[in-house]
């Protein structure tokens, strides 16, 4: 009873404390949500008001959608995605597995370039591999957007953690059964290793939808556009004069990976743990 | 032919099998093995490794993307950067934006992660709203933030009038630009150091506390400073490096946002970088600024392994 009585005004101050730090967090995207959905004449006023006094949402999808392609751009972004990480699977998985469990020369040496490559950040690297793509006449298509990514040494890292911890029991028998070594990845190590694999996809995902620099670097033509390009340049076009139109487009950009996340909250918050702390 | 003991997987069986394995599977492994790191090898020199030692010989060089051939110049890139004004305005705006982004994110996600994880009530509700900035399209929302920070529409000088202050040009000032960036990192980064934070605090044993309870230590700051910073020590300077590294990255929202300005206030490395590489084509000057860049990054890299590998000694 007393107990309860001294914990009460903590917990009341944690929520209250808790509370606003999460309103101002929230502010940019209701601001956004707010924004899409007013008329221009209640945008282009100094008086601030959350609801819209004619609720315009519908109006101002239709005008972002009418003056940008938002619908190829999202594609171009699923395509993009999902080809960098299943890529990235297919090379890290057989890697992550021979580095864990096999014994050749320059195992060691490998796994110390692994790790090394972590170091790496991926601007450090723009530079040659622009001029790379260049020389090979690969610049401002899909495979420029995906090829550089299509290596993950942190995949790899990551993948070879977790099956260090897989026994030796299970591949033993998988090769008594006459399953090849490549047979033994997909077969064998590639089920066990789903929940390494879904935080590896998950960093993945978000890093390459996100993404701005590269793109930015290696595209030119329209059709081609990521989703964070897609929407910086509707943003240069409509140059702060329409800015119903713009946050709708924002909110489009931001929808796919934000509804991900609040259906699969918890796995992703422990997939980015995970994935985090090395 | 084969063997359906193993197949049925009866352990005492399948013993046999390892010596076996062993003793043809070196020589099978090795092929096998290089089979499998193969590509995985082949795609790290030629996209990782090769590049970097790449960006680093063309610092020495004058090469302009499009030059019919390209010269040694020697340390020439890096004495003209030394000598260009920008060069330092540049790298000072970019190590003010750590200075003040790096406490920011790691002390509000620290306190966050500590209000979140002392009390029962809507833990998931918390952890997900503070998240959400991680998720959600840097570039969108700095377009919001942008609108937010209008002269004249936005809602943060909305609020300012409505209490009698002055409205301000935050992106458009010299004197704020910077530090109206800042606030967008800090916004953006302090629920990824949340999850980090809350990921050590739940690996604090509970007994730990009893025992500090036991010693004397009644108070929540006591518990706080006799158990939980010091076990939460080797997270903290995790957090702190990987939020000094991403700093240093900063590139898109100065990008959308100010391109640099008002009059290079917001220039940053990675901006410069960019203008110079992929603007105008100085390919091995940008080079040199992305030398200067990497030894930065890697100094902070080394100082996180020196100090987690004081912690394993201690």
Redesign the interface.
Known sequence: MIDALKLRP??VL??V??LC??LV?????I??IS?ASKPPAE??????HLIPHHFALWENLQEAFAKSNLGRFLLNGLIVTVSIFVLQVL??L??A???AK????G?KT?FA??L??I???P??????????L?QIGALDSYAALV??F??S?FG?FLMRQFFKTVP??LI??A????I???GI?WRVMLPTAIPAVTAFGIFSV?AH??D??WP??VLNSEQLRT???A??HF?NAEA?TN?GP??A???V??TP??IA??LA??RF?EG??MT??? | M??AA??L?TVPL?RP??V??SRR??RL??V??????G???V??L???????L??IA?SFTDYQ?GAPSLGWIGLANYQEMFADRVFWISLTNTLTYVVIVVPGAVA?GLG?AL??Q??A??R?F????????????????A???E??L?P??G?V???L??VGLPAHGWLQDSNTALLSLCVIGI?QA???NM??F??GLVSIPKSLYDAAEIDGAGSAWSRFRLVTWPLLGP?TV?VVV?TG?RS??V??TV??LTKGGPSKSTEVL?HT??ME??EFFR?GY??AL?VV??VF??AL?LVKARLAARQVHA
């Open positions: 903590w917990a944690r929520h404390v808790l730090g999460a967090v929230l502010t940019p995207f601001w956004m924004t945008i282009y006023t100094s008086d601030v090379v890290a057989p890697a597995y021979a580095l096999l014994r050749f020369v195992r490998l370039l692994v090394f490559g170091l790496i950040p601007q450090a690297t723009a530079i040659p591999v622009f001029l790379l260049h090829l550089p299509t290596i040494v790899i030796d029991d033993d028998a090769r008594m059964d006459g090849s070594e490549f990845v978000v939808w996100n701005y620099f930015l670097i989703p964070p390009l929407v910086a943003r702060g800015y713009l946050m487009a924002a909110l950009i931001i990976l934000v996340f609040l909250q918890r918050i980015i743990t985090g702390l090395k | 084969s063997d193993s197949t997987g399948a099998a390892p076996v394995t599977s070196p492994g090795h096998a093995a290089y089979g499998l790191v590509p995985a090898f795609l790290m030629l996209m990782l490794l090769g590049p970097l790449g960006v063309l993307l509000l966050v209000l979140i002392s009390g009530g809507l998931g918390y952890r997900m709203v503070y998240f959400l900035p991680v998720m959600a399209t840097l570039i969108a929302m377009i919001v933030w609108f937010m209008h004249q529409f809602l000088n909305g609020l009038r409505s916004w302090l629920g990824f999850v980090l809350l990921a997270v995790f990987i590294i240093f990255q590139f898109d990008h959308v990675i970088m960019y590489g992929f390919s940008a080079a992305t860049f990497l990054v890697l890299t």
